[in-house]
């Protein structure tokens, strides 16, 4: 099956800063999201994105399918901020299984104030 | 409703026991989909309904684990004779389509078998 991976595992930042985190998926995706695992185990939707760009407020995502990469964008990071980010794909040709989702490892980040 | 809910929010049973968590999807929703996550890792896909047929459930690690969603709306994951391995997070999403395109999230059910 389709292989997402997620980079990097963990990231400590100082309130402020700004930061990158990567999803690579080995395959062909119709959907890709993006969420945000908070504390009390809620997975919150970020984006929405199997190709293009995409910006609210602070976050901003960018998905290359034919690259087979998304990057998920965080700037002036805030201490709410921190969590664990997962990223999620569907996988071509599962159309059986509807839009099942395949997830990376996560991202944990932990913003200090 | 509003989002997706889940209940219980936690559950310890002990071993042997039986369990059955319960997901009300978003009203509208065609598509349901259980997941399990482990402490430390992304959620895995268990099982998937399109309004009431279960369409995909390779996902079950077990014949312990049974799904249903009789009138394509609330479903129930049903895990019997529980064990220590079936601790983690089941967590309950849905997707207003068949396919897709969006899938949202409950609060998931903490499942701890002692």
């Known amino acids: 099956g389709i292989q997402v991976e997620q980079s990097p595992p963990d990231l400590i930042l100082q309130e402020g800063a700004n930061s990158t985190l990567r999803c690579n998926f080995s395959?062909?995706?119709?959907?890709l999201q993006w969420f945000h695992q908070n504390p009390w185990g809620q997975l919150i939707n970020l984006f929405y994105?199997?190709?293009g760009t995409k910006q609210n407020g602070r976050l901003s995502a960018t998905t290359v399918a034919t690259e087979r990469y998304s990057l998920l964008y965080i700037s002036s990071s805030q201490t709410t901020d921190s969590g664990v980010y997962f990223c999620?794909?569907?996988?071509?040709?599962?159309?059986?299984?509807?839009?099942?989702?395949?997830f990376g490892e996560g991202t944990q980040l932990t913003v200090n104030p | 409703g509003a989002g997706v809910s889940q209940s219980p929010r936690y559950k310890v049973a002990k071993r042997g026991q039986d369990v059955a968590l319960r997901c009300d999807p978003i009203?509208?929703?065609?598509?349901l989909f259980w997941y399990q996550q482990a402490l430390g890792q992304g959620p895995e896909f268990l099982t998937y309904?399109?309004?009431?047929?279960?369409?995909?459930k390779s996902g079950l690690p077990s014949d312990r684990f049974f799904a249903e969603r009789p009138e394509g709306s609330v479903s129930t994951l049903k895990i019997q004779r529980t064990q220590q391995e079936d601790s983690a997070v089941y967590l309950c999403?849905?997707?207003?389509?068949?396919?897709?395109?969006?899938?949202?999230f409950g609060q998931g059910t903490r499942l701890t078998v002692v």
């Open positions: 009203s509208g929703h065609v598509s």
């Open positions: 309904f399109q309004n009431e047929a279960q369409l995909d």
């Open positions: 999403a849905s997707s207003r389509g068949a396919w897709g395109p969006e899938a949202f």
């Open positions: 999620a794909v569907e996988a071509r040709g599962q159309e059986t299984s509807g839009s099942r989702l395949t």
């Open positions: 994105i199997p190709s």
């Open positions: 395959d062909s995706v119709n959907n």
